[in-house]
């Protein structure tokens, strides 16, 4: 029981420290403090590693960011939803924003296989963009991200990088592009810098048109009488369009599950989410439940499942329980 403790409270502290630690990074990276030195070196990029791919900032980050994806803004990538091996094609990352606050813009990307490893080669363009090799976990991963010059300060409404992408030699099956960025007020200080991120996928241009099914976090926990919510979300590839329904099953007793949206319309590369709320009732009975959602577009079906711990008002530890389910927004 003493080594679970010390598991929950290591994994507060990363739900604590590390979104905090993502928000200062993209936060000193543009800064004009020429008085605080760290803040000032970082101005030409961040350090490789805050693109909120997986083996970096930890997935439950989007929970507890701060702030978590605050404000009006949005970020997105602009790639292909097949390639070719071999081929290279242009890849854009955008950021927009109509807050007339915002007035400095960062970025950071990087290109994954299905093992989580570097695919294909990146290369920047023009002098607003630079590529960082042999870097991020286990120095092994490419990244490519903006210069000092490419912060387009004073600039409003928003800002993009364009960049070249080269595919792998072979078909290595899917490739997942994740990029964070930050859309900063540039008063020389971390506070009041929107972090935002977001993925896209391609895969072989053979492949069949499908989705991926994504839920976060792995598990929630509750008194009875509470609700929990899940993210879940669609990523398309292969050029997959079309609405994906979904649903659960392995409720336990006298709980409901609702899906805000009902369903998600894949239009484009773009992954989209939707909130899946779990209602418990004052009868719902104490212990863990294995929750199966399944998303279904025609022929396709995808099912990922996730926990719901029931557990006893008296029994709470509170270390634990912010740590398993930390509180949305």
Known sequence: MAGTDKKYKFAKARLILLPALLAGIFGFLLTTNNSFHPAHAFSSGPPAGYTAAPGEVPEACAECHVPPDAGTGHISITAPQTYVPGQTYQI????????????RWGFELTALDTSDEKAGNLQNTDGLTQVLNNAGPNS????IEHTAAGTFT??????????NWTAPATDIG????????????????????????TFVAAAPFSATPDFD????????????????????????????TGTVNLSTTGLPFGSTATFNPASINITDASSKSTTL???TTGGTPLGDSQISITGSSGSLMH??????????PASIDLSVTKSVSPNPG
């Not at 092994?140 to 990244?143: C, G, K, M, V």
């Not at 928003?158 to 960049?163: I, Q």
């Not at 899917?174 to 991120?197: E, L, P, R």
Request: glycine content about 8%; hydrophobic content about 35%; cysteine-free.
């Open 92 to 103: 854009t990352v955008t950021h927009s924003n109509t807050d007339p606050t915002r007035l």
């Open 140 to 143: 092994a991963r490419q990244y």
């Open 154 to 163: 004073g600039q409003q409404n928003g800002a993009s990088w364009t960049f």
């Open 174 to 197: 899917t490739v997942t592009f994740y990029a964070a960025g930050n859309q900063a007020n540039n008063d020389g200080n971390t506070s009041g810098d929107y972090i935002y991120k």
């Open 213 to 240: 099914l994504s839920v976060m976090p792995a598990l929630r926990a509750v008194v009875p009488g509470a609700s929990a919510q899940y993210t879940v979300s669609i990523t398309p590839s292969a050029g997959f």
């Open 277 to 279: 709320t779990i209602a």
């Open 303 to 312: 099912t990922k499942q996730v926990t719901l711990k029931v557990i006893s």
